[in-house]
Nanobody
Framework: QVQLVESGGGLVQAGGSLRLSCAAS????????MGWYRQAPGKQRELVAT???????NYADSVKGRFTISRDNAKNTVSLQMNSLKPEDTAVYYC???????????????WGQGTQVTVSS
C-alpha cells in the first residue's frame, strides 16, 4: 500500500502565500504522476496542478501564474507553492499520485486525506 500525507494548509489573508507538501510512503516501487486537487464546499473536486517524473507540469487556468508545483523524485514528495491567494482558492486540497508497489505489477491511484486552505478577504 501507499500512503500520502499532506501538510501545510491553514488560514491566510487574500494576497498571501502558503506552501503545501505531500510525502508518499509505503512499499513503493515507483511513483509516476503526482498532483494536487481541491474541493470547495458544494463543489466537485477539481484539478489544481499535476507533474510527471520528467517535471512536465499542468495547471488549472484559475491558478496559472500564481501556483507552482514541484517534486522530488528521490524522496517521493510533491509540493505546491501558492502565491497571491484569493478567497475563491478556499478548499480542501488533496494530494494525488499514481504509484506502483513492490507487490503489484501495475499502477494504482492514491489520495491523501486532504488539508484545509482558507483564504480570508
Amino acid at each position: 500500500q501507499v500512503q500520502l500525507v499532506e501538510s501545510g494548509g491553514g488560514l491566510v489573508q487574500a494576497g498571501g502565500s502558503l506552501r503545501l507538501s505531500c510525502a508518499a510512503s509505503g512499499s513503493i516501487f515507483r511513483v509516476n504522476a503526482m498532483g494536487w486537487y481541491r474541493q470547495a464546499p458544494g463543489k466537485q473536486r477539481e484539478l489544481v496542478a499535476t507533474i510527471n517524473t520528467y517535471g512536465i507540469t499542468n495547471y488549472a487556468d484559475s491558478v496559472k501564474g500564481r501556483f507552482t508545483i514541484s517534486r522530488d523524485n528521490a524522496k517521493n514528495t510533491v509540493s505546491l507553492q501558492m502565491n497571491s491567494l484569493k478567497p475563491e482558492d478556499t478548499a480542501v486540497y488533496y494530494c494525488n499520485a499514481d504509484a506502483r508497489t513492490y507487490y503489484s505489477g501495475s499502477y494504482s491511484n492514491y489520495w491523501g486525506q486532504g488539508t484545509q486552505v482558507t483564504v480570508s478577504s
